[in-house]
């Protein structure tokens, strides 16, 4: 069983950079296609980097990442009760999901030629996932409460 956890915890550590990677270099890919809208040859290269990078990376590699840590949660035995740390983690990936949709929607928006973000705008959300991602390892690390 320990050695479950171990693989288990392993293969949620590799998932959660590949997926931390996605996060921080799809807005990036944003920005540039925000400020290159009117050159069709650069666009269409954008668009084809999103669509892979969110089918290819981040889609795989966010669902590995929450399907192992509700596997860490199981064997780890952090179900019962449930402490307090664990809980604001869950929410801040809550969070984290919901920047990913986010993402999601506005790379559709790219694919239909209908994003009106700026490059400026993209830079902004773009800190979302740091913020996000320390407070999550504090909180896992540190488990302070």
């Known amino acids: 069983m320990a050695d479950t956890y ?3 915890k392993a293969v949620h550590i590799l998932a959660v950079i590949a997926w931390m990677a996605g996060l921080f270099y799809l807005p990036r890919l944003f920005v540039y296609h925000a400020e290159n809208s009117g050159v069709p040859q650069v666009v269409g290269t954008f668009k084809i980097m999103e669509r892979r990078l ?3 990376i981040m889609r795989p ?3 590995v ?3 192992s840590g509700l596997g860490l949660i199981w064997l780890g035995s952090w179900h019962s009760p449930v402490p307090a740390w664990l809980w604001l983690k869950l929410a801040l990936v809550l969070g984290m999901l919901g920047y ?4 999601e929607r506005h790379s559709a928006r790219f694919g239909d030629d209908k994003e ?3 490059g400026r705008y993209f ?3 773009n800190e979302i996932p740091t913020l996000l991602l320390i407070a999550i390892v504090v909180l896992v690390v ?3 409460f």
């Open 6 to 8: 171990l693989w288990l």
């Open 142 to 144: 540190l488990k302070p």
């Open 100 to 103: 990913h949709g986010a993402l």
């Open 54 to 56: 969110l089918k290819a």
């Open 61 to 63: 590699a966010g669902l």
């Open 123 to 125: 830079r902004i959300i």
């Open 116 to 118: 009106t973000a700026s």
């Open 65 to 67: 990442a929450v399907v």
